[in-house]
């Protein structure tokens, strides 16, 4: 086993629960053996702190396992995925069949996600350590879940940063042809697995999509960034008098269109435009109550945020509501989204307050001590 030796007082994180240790705090690597991955911590003294999974390619050198001197093993890890899966038996409902399985560090596996979608588990293997392990995880999984699909989607671009390509396709058993029924409270979606964002769908989206339902009655709305419609279909089953949805990609956009007659929406309520959403917005004369505003990354120029944001708030009636979010962007923090609505006020001369913040679904944990797992954050504001 790898027996990597950190520098002096940099165990502190660690003991309190962080799950990194970042390449600048190791003193050392020895004794190197065909077990790449797995490696055993010990402190500038030569004392048990942890172990890990360690890649020397990454900023993150070791993604901690556990705090214990425990043996490494597949007990280990069907112990893990078995707590993750007991998790979801406390919080999903029974009228929903898509979900988070296992967050990564969230659920105590670092580097690995697992989504459920009817009778299909997708899994991503985010390290070279859980890399490693993909025969070990998907046979327990396969254990498990006997008569599920699994499917491997691993094409994320972190795995660039980890020194691996992405790899995706068939695990055990092979996708239905076309895209996968699910269900989320209620209302149904077809996600498409194979080429779709992230796994297929939103998922972290999921009490977002519950908050916007209660909210939508009787309002005219437009959801901007609206990927496959999971939050316009939302607004209609709560009531909404119209949405106008906007999107680039036609792929998502055709999606949309079949997720409404999935969900038997009247057809004269909603439209959708292929148009980017600066553009739309530009030339866009009407005005709504609602504007759904969920941001994709765009770069590291803030005032891109900053100008999407006054172009929507200006399309809000007095009175109305904007909804906020963005995930997968930690280069803009929740001050800094905070920092762009205000400006977005000022310069339209709109008082807007806070009503409530809004977070990935509780189906993506993160722990206390790693605030770097909290990958989504978004506000429902009122505008005057």
């Known amino acids: 086993m790898l027996i990597i030796r950190l520098k002096e007082k940099k165990g502190g994180p660690i003991l309190k629960g962080h799950p990194w240790i970042f390449s600048g705090s190791i003193a050392d690597v020895k004794d190197k053996t065909d077990e790449r991955f797995i490696c055993r911590v010990l402190d500038s003294k030569g004392h048990f702190v942890c172990q890990g999974m360690y890649n020397p ?160 009655k009787d309002l005219d709305v437009l959801d901007l960034f609206c990927y496959t419609g999971g939050f316009s279909v939302s607004a209609l089953a709560g009531g909404a008098k119209s949405v106008v949805s906007v999107d680039t990609s036609a792929p998502a956009l055709d999606l949309f269109k079949r997720n409404m007659a999935l969900n038997h929406v009247k057809p004269f309520v909603w439209e959708c435009i292929r148009k980017d959403a600066f553009a739309f917005l530009k030339e866009d004369k009407n005005m709504y109550d609602l504007v759904i505003c969920d941001l994709p990354p765009f770069s590291r120029e803030h005032d891109l945020y900053t100008e999407i944001i006054t172009l929507a708030m200006a399309r809000i009636r007095r009175e109305g509501t904007l909804f906020v979010t963005i995930s997968y962007c930690p280069q803009f923090s929740c001050g800094d989204l905070l920092r762009a609505i205000s400006r977005a006020s000022v310069t339209l001369s709109r008082p807007a307050r806070i009503i409530s913040p809004l977070y990935q679904a509780p189906d993506h944990p993160y722990l206390a001590s790693h605030p770097e797992g909290k990958h989504m954050h978004g506000f429902i504001v009122h505008v005057g």
Do not use: W
């Not at 556990?66 to 979801?88: C, D, H, M």
């Open 57 to 216: 390619n990454s900023q993150i050198a070791v993604r901690i396992l556990t705090l214990k001197n425990e043996p490494i093993n597949k007990n280990f890890f069907v112990s893990r995925i078995k707590n993750a899966i007991e998790f979801r038996k406390l919080i999903i409902p029974d009228d929903t069949t898509c979900y988070r399985l296992i967050n990564a560090e969230g659920d105590y596996l670092p580097g690995l996600i697992a989504d459920i979608y009817g009778d299909v588990i997708v899994i991503q293997f985010l390290c070279p350590g859980m890399e490693g392990l993909k025969q070990t995880v998907s046979d327990i999984l396969r254990d498990i879940y006997p008569d599920f699909i699994i499917h491997e989607k691993s094409d994320t671009k972190s795995r660039k940063a980890e020194g691996l390509r992405p790899n995706s396709g068939p695990v055990y058993g092979t996708l239905p042809k076309g895209d996968i029924e699910v269900i989320e409270m209620g209302l149904h979606f077809l996600v498409d697995v194979k080429t779709g964002d992230r796994t297929g769908f939103y998922l972290d989206h999921k009490t977002n999509r519950q908050r916007l339902k209660v909210i939508s």
